[in-house]
C-alpha cells in the first residue's frame, strides 16, 4: 500500500499566516486573548511567532472569528515555499 507522505505543520509560517489574516481582519493582539479567554496577551505573541500552536479548541474559535476554515490557517510544511511568494507579492 502507498501511503501520501505524512503532512507535518509549519509552525513558523502558520503563525504569520495567522497574524497576516488576523491583521487583515482588524483585529489586534488583545481582542485574540479577549476572543480566546487567554490570561495574558503572551500566548497569542508565540502563536504569531510560531513558538507555539493554539489548541484544536482555539484554532476552530479563530477560523469562526476570521471566517475562514482551519485549513486555511495551518500552513503545511510543503506549502512553505507558495505562503512566502503570496507574502512577498502582497508586501510588492
Known sequence: ???PSYPQIS????GQRLRCLCLAAGY???D????????NPQSV????SG??????????????LLGV???????S??????FYLIIFNHLI
Do not use: E, G, H
Open 1 to 3: 500500500m502507498n501511503l
Open 11 to 14: 509552525p513558523t509560517a502558520t
Open 28 to 30: 489586534t493582539v488583545r
Open 32 to 39: 485574540l486573548q479577549i476572543y480566546c479567554r487567554l490570561n
Open 45 to 48: 505573541y508565540k502563536w504569531f
Open 51 to 64: 513558538s507555539t500552536l493554539p489548541t484544536i479548541d482555539n484554532f476552530y474559535a479563530l477560523s469562526i
Open 69 to 75: 476554515s482551519i485549513n486555511d490557517i495551518i500552513v
Open 77 to 82: 510544511t510543503n506549502d512553505d515555499v507558495v
